[in-house]
């Protein structure tokens, strides 16, 4: 069988398990809807929605820091679904906190609007798409605390030091007898990234609701389908380019919307949802547009020409590396 057809295949799977997803928070949001009425199913609805369009940029980043520590598909499954349950704790810690707040402190509610605003006019700002997570401020504090090894190893968190793999980023490292591998890193850079994620993203569905329930479920529904998502989006991400900048609108005007909330002057959820789906619809009829407009004039595929060759040169890289240390590691013994 082809790697083509193998890959339309898991392509497959991913979708038929992420409409399974979808479909289960319908089916959720119609108990809603039998048990609690109308108004709650339509704010669990529209927070299911809202988790679900910020998800899309949230798994951009995701996409470039696998990329970047050169982690291969079949790893990728096991970081993400790490990932997922530690941000399943996180969240309810960060829903918890942020009711509470907004209950206890109506004023705060001025704070999160401007964060939502702030956050949705920064996404605007052009990103350097050569930006490795490498540089940032997150990896740099994990190297401080985490023994690393400098390559991959498969599926495995844990690797032993034999002198050669140690990271010298990490200034534990070379005196440690135990190292974390790329994928270890990479699935703490996911939690850490999804606390940073959670700024906006809970204060734009209290934005809609202060029901814990509703708020905690649709985060929970949507969050459960990201693994599949993601998959989904790594074979399309570069028709859907401007689709973040619709995500940055939805951040917008969520802020907007908690801000008139204060003056009293209430935007009904029904029209919030309408709204949002109409953002989304846009931003996905702009980007396929715009590809198309490029592939005509030959610039996308070499876009994606130079991705596809920077992730081989990634990957093959490690690879020599692994077949270098290995060749040591024999001599060793041999000796």
Known sequence: MSEEKISKGKSLWQYKWLYFWILMAFAFDVGIYFVEGFDKAVDFASGYLIELSLSVDNLFVFLLIFISFGIKEHAQHKALAYGIAGTIVLRFVFIFIGISLVNKFEWILWVFGAILIFSGIKMFKPEDEDDD?????????????????????????????????????????KRSKKLFTPLAVVMVLLILSDVIFAIDSVPAVISMTRDMFIVYT?????????????FVLEH???????????????????????LLGIFEIHIHNLISIAIILFILIASIIVSVIVVKRKQDEGDLSTDKFDRAEKKKEIEDAFNREDKKRFGRRNRRKAK
């Open 133 to 173: 997570p490498r540089d940032g401020i997150l990896y740099k504090m994990i190297a401080k605390v985490m023994p690393m090894s400098k390559y991959p190893k498969g599926e495995k968190f844990v690797v032993d030091n034999d002198g050669t793999n140690y990271d010298p980023a990490s200034p534990l490292s």
């Open 218 to 230: 649709s985060n929970m529904f949507a969050i459960m389908g990201l693994r599949q998502l993601f």
């Open 236 to 258: 399309m991400h570069e028709k859907f380019s401007y689709v973040k900048y619709g995500v940055a609108v939805i951040l917008m005007f969520t802020g907007v919307k908690m």
